[in-house]
């Protein structure tokens, strides 16, 4: 397995290369010295350009994007902005490769993730129809390996490898902790509407470096699709009630919750409000979360401003920060007591 030994974030001007990246963009152009490669080059901490300058581009007649390569070259800058020069260019198989060295992904491995998903389903399913439905889905390897990979959305949030994932097990989550405080509420049909709120977002994008939408994505939305794929396994539990049936895909249907944000229907049980509000409240939060992560909180406590949130994020001080200041500043005291006195 081919792992990298340097990342994107850590290159500085000068620095020799001799590393994998995934090569994500190869436009061909034109200078006055001769043709010329210009190149995107991607790793999980970010992506950096890369020339091919004349004579070495001869070398290379064409060049597949959305490949893993082997890089090596020289870390420059131009206009203040760091480029590779690229002395040579070969490319990898992909079996040779870790994909979380490349992309951004979770920073539990979505194995796992889905193996507590399933666990969290299991242990809170106890209607045996309910059980089976959620079973046969689980365990359809189709749909397990796409799992795995699919990203939540192509920009906004969850928007990498796993991310998926990462948003249905947090929207469960999410919706156990409510049917903790309203008891009344249907738990099981809220755990099943939860794992199969976003399931259609597995054919909704296509991909596994750069994703986009598929012509069903454009076409029909994840919403659509995801009835669509629950259809296929409802028609083999022959004992889940229609009434049941029909909750789950109101919910399903309706969790965007308003008809601006594409909700086919809105809300109009308990239990779908909830899903609602759950699947609103995880995807605002990583959002939040990466758009203070970008941010150098030594310079600045705002955010860029965000387009979909219609507003910049404060970076507030954490009552944390202080609890435990006041913790080191008591070990440190503790210390310098139990120091020998000098004679």
């Known amino acids: 397995m081919t792992k990298k030994k340097k990342f994107i974030s850590e290159l500085r001007h000068g ?13 061909q152009g034109t200078s006055k010295n001769g ?14 350009p890369g020339k091919i300058w004349y004579p070495v581009s001869k070398q290379y007649p064409s060049i597949q994007e959305e490949s893993f390569v082997k890089i090596q070259g020289q870390v420059d800058s131009f206009r203040d902005n760091l480029q590779i020069i690229v002395n040579k260019l070969s490319l990898l198989d992909q079996q040779e490769i870790s994909w979380s060295d490349f992309l951004p992904s979770t920073t539990t491995p979505p194995e796992v993730l ?16 309910w059980k089976k ?3 046969l889905i689980l365990r359809d390897e189709n749909l397990r390996e796409k799992f795995i990979s699919a990203p939540a ?23 156990l902790k409510i049917a903790d405080l309203y008891p009344d509420l249907d738990r099981e049909i809220l755990v099943v509407g939860a794992l199969l709120h976003d399931i259609g977002k597995i054919e909704e994008f ?9 012509d069903k994505g454009h ?6 699709l995801g009835i669509n794929i629950i259809e296929t396994f409802l028609k083999k539990v022959t004992d889940l009630d229609q009434g049941l049936i029909l909750h789950l895909k109101h919910i399903i249907i309706s969790h965007h919750g308003e008809y601006e944000f594409g909700s086919p229907k809105r809300p109009k049980t308990k239990e779908a409000m909830v899903l ?9 939060m990583n959002l939040m979360n990466s758009m203070i992560q970008e941010i150098n909180q030594d310079e600045d406590s705002w955010t860029k401003y965000q387009r979909a949130l219609g507003r910049r994020i404060f970076n507030p001080p954490h009552t944390q920060e202080f609890i435990q200041d006041k913790e080191k500043q008591k070990k440190r005291s503790i210390k310098e007591c139990l120091l020998p006195l000098k004679g």
């Open 219 to 224: 076409l029909l939305g994840h919403i659509v």
């Open 133 to 135: 439905f959620c079973g």
């Open 15 to 27: 620095d020799i290369i001799d590393e994998f990246f995934i090569l994500t963009k190869a436009r």
């Open 276 to 284: 609602h509000f759950a699947d609103n409240l995880d995807s605002k």
């Open 114 to 129: 889905l193996k507590e998903l399933e666990d969290l389903c299991f242990k809170n399913l106890k209607y045996k129809p």
């Open 206 to 214: 296509s991909g596994d470096i750069s994703p986009d939408y598929t």
């Open 35 to 48: 043709p010329y490669w210009d190149l995107e080059l991607q790793d999980r901490t970010g992506k950096i």
């Open 153 to 175: 959305a192509k920009n906004i949030h969850h928007a990498y490898r796993g991310g998926l994932l990462e948003h249905t097990l947090n929207v469960c989550k999410i919706c």
